[in-house]
């Protein structure tokens, strides 16, 4: 029996130039409730933190971390602290609206 291959999301649905600016809003480091802001007012699409959560965990992290290895091995271990920093701040404001978005929820 073969397996279903997964449903693609209402966000890995949108058309490209629309990902690309999710994806560039969700690197800067904007929370999810902030990028979710950005989605209703430039798109007209309603997202749910837990979605965008989801969405960045398949797609940008995964791109972020490619290219910052690649980046880190042309560069040196000058960038590696740096990398490590910014990558520890974008989590902690992820966590921090995934929780608040829990609370308010509650």
């Known amino acids: 029996m073969k397996a279903n291959p997964r449903h693609k999301s209402k966000l890995e649905?949108?058309?490209?130039?629309?990902?690309?600016?999710?994806?560039?809003?969700?690197?800067?480091?904007?929370?999810?409730?902030?990028?979710?802001?950005?989605?209703?007012?430039?798109?007209?699409?309603?997202?749910a933190s837990s979605s965008l959560s989801a969405y960045y965990t398949r797609h940008v992290a995964q791109t972020s971390a490619g290219?910052?290895?690649?980046?880190?091995?042309?560069?040196?271990?000058?960038?590696i602290e740096f990398e490590i920093v910014s990558r520890v701040r974008?989590?902690?404001?992820?966590?921090a609206a995934l929780a608040s978005g829990e609370r308010e929820g509650k």
Do not use: C, H, M
């Not at 999710?22 to 800067?28: I, K, S, T, V």
């Not at 290219?67 to 960038?79: F, H, K, M, N, P």
């Open 13 to 47: 649905s949108l058309p490209s130039d629309q990902r690309r600016q999710l994806d560039a809003w969700l690197r800067e480091g904007l929370t999810y409730k902030e990028v979710a802001g950005r989605l209703v007012s430039q798109f007209n699409i309603r997202a």
């Open 67 to 79: 290219e910052s290895a690649v980046r880190d091995l042309r560069i040196g271990d000058d960038l």
């Open 90 to 95: 974008i989590r902690r404001a992820d966590l």
